[in-house]
């Protein structure tokens, strides 16, 4: 069974420039999840979808940040315009359903660098 | 709100020698806690994880329990080896909702 996937795996930009990132989740998978990892911490959740539902997304900042899932299957994040402080690694992930008994699958990450 | 803390690392330890990664959390209710694992070069996965009080989570040799009096759940390995070395993230998610928040991570370094 195919894993989460990611694209691109790095990026480098400059700030005030724009930049998306791709996910296609594990088949029959409803929920998507978008976290932020910065060098030397832990994984933040930015946005979780079920199916093409927002189930929560209070930790988004939405001044810059959009993630949409429209087809309920693959998501894209954006960043526009991006800052210093963007500079970190997105993972997506996914899992069956919302319920913790549901294990979340991690993909490889995005690693952004913005200049 | 929830959070889970660590101890800071790295953690260097010699094969074979005892590991013990402690984690402590905040949280109303009960939630799920758990210990994933982010190998040089690979992506998180799930290492093991205890749904509630006095569960035992196990996997690979490791394990964590559930301890809700001192809301602990720390990792102990018996004997560790070269290919444990890692980052270790201790993390919590309510039942509803299977939002991870995570702890900041420990580096383990298993020197030959």
């Known amino acids: 069974e195919a894993g989460v996937a990611q694209s691109p795996r790095y990026k480098i930009i400059e700030k005030r420039q724009s930049v998306a990132f791709w996910c296609n989740p594990i088949?029959?998978?409803?929920?998507l999840y978008w976290y932020q990892q910065i060098l030397g911490q832990g994984p933040k959740l930015l946005i979780q979808?079920?199916?093409?539902?927002?189930?929560?997304d209070s930790q988004l900042p939405k001044d810059r940040f959009s993630a949409e899932r429209l087809k309920g299957v693959d998501s894209t994040l954006k960043i526009q315009p991006a800052k210093l402080e963007d500079s970190a690694v997105y993972l997506c992930?996914?899992?069956?359903?919302?319920?913790?008994?549901?294990?979340?699958?991690f993909g490889p990450g995005t690693r952004l660098t913005v200049l | 709100g929830d959070s889970v803390t660590q101890m800071e690392g790295p953690v260097t330890l010699s094969e074979e020698a005892f590991l013990t990664i402690n984690c402590t959390y905040t949280?109303?209710?009960?939630?799920?806690l758990f210990w994933y694992v982010q190998y040089p070069g690979e992506g998180l996965q799930l290492l093991l994880k205890?749904?509630?009080?006095?569960d035992k989570g196990s996997n690979k040799g490791f394990e964590a329990t559930y301890r809700k009096e001192t809301t602990s759940f720390h990792l102990e390995k018996g004997s560790v080896q070269v290919s444990d070395s890692a980052v270790y993230f201790c993390?919590?998610?309510?039942?509803?909702?299977?939002?991870?928040?995570f702890g900041g991570g420990t580096r383990l370094m298993v020197k030959p």
């Open positions: 205890a749904t509630k009080a006095d």
């Open positions: 993390a919590l998610a309510h039942n509803a909702g299977n939002m991870l928040t």
């Open positions: 979808f079920q199916n093409n539902g927002v189930v929560d």
């Open positions: 992930a996914s899992s069956l359903q919302t319920s913790a008994l549901n294990e979340q699958f």
């Open positions: 949280a109303t209710g009960y939630p799920s």
């Open positions: 088949s029959g998978h409803a929920t």
